[in-house]
Nanobody, 117 residues
């Protein structure tokens, strides 16, 4: 079992920045990669970014490339999402996910990010 706890959301003005954190615990050794998804009100959950825990290979949805950066600190079992140049359309609940090798996929509880003036 893997437990994920997100933090760092809140209200930010357009053009501003915020950093999300996702701390993993439990069977960490089984995690292949971690990432972030988001779900805006009335919309489906969508992929944002992922990072492999070995190698640090990253992937981003086109709409956030150049603005968001995903990173990891393996010593702290934590993944971060640095979000810059935020737009109102980035407003959503952001969910951390962990994909394991043979142990299923896990989700955090979500953290709200609201971009508004």
């Amino acid at each position: 079992q893997v437990q994920l706890v997100e933090s760092g959301g809140g209200l930010v003005q357009p053009g501003g920045s915020v950093r999300l954190s996702c701390a993993a615990s439990g069977t960490i050794f089984s995690i292949y990669y971690m990432g972030w998804y988001r779900q805006a009100l009335g919309k489906q959950r969508e992929f944002v970014a992922t990072i492999t825990l070995v190698g640090g290979n990253t992937d981003y949805v086109d709409s956030v490339k150049g603005r968001f950066t995903i990173s990891r600190d393996n010593a702290k079992n934590t993944v971060y999402l640095e979000m810059n140049s935020l737009k109102p359309e980035d407003t959503a609940v952001y969910y951390c996910t962990a994909v394991t090798l043979g142990d299923g996929n896990y989700w955090g509880q979500g953290t709200q990010v609201t971009v508004s003036s």
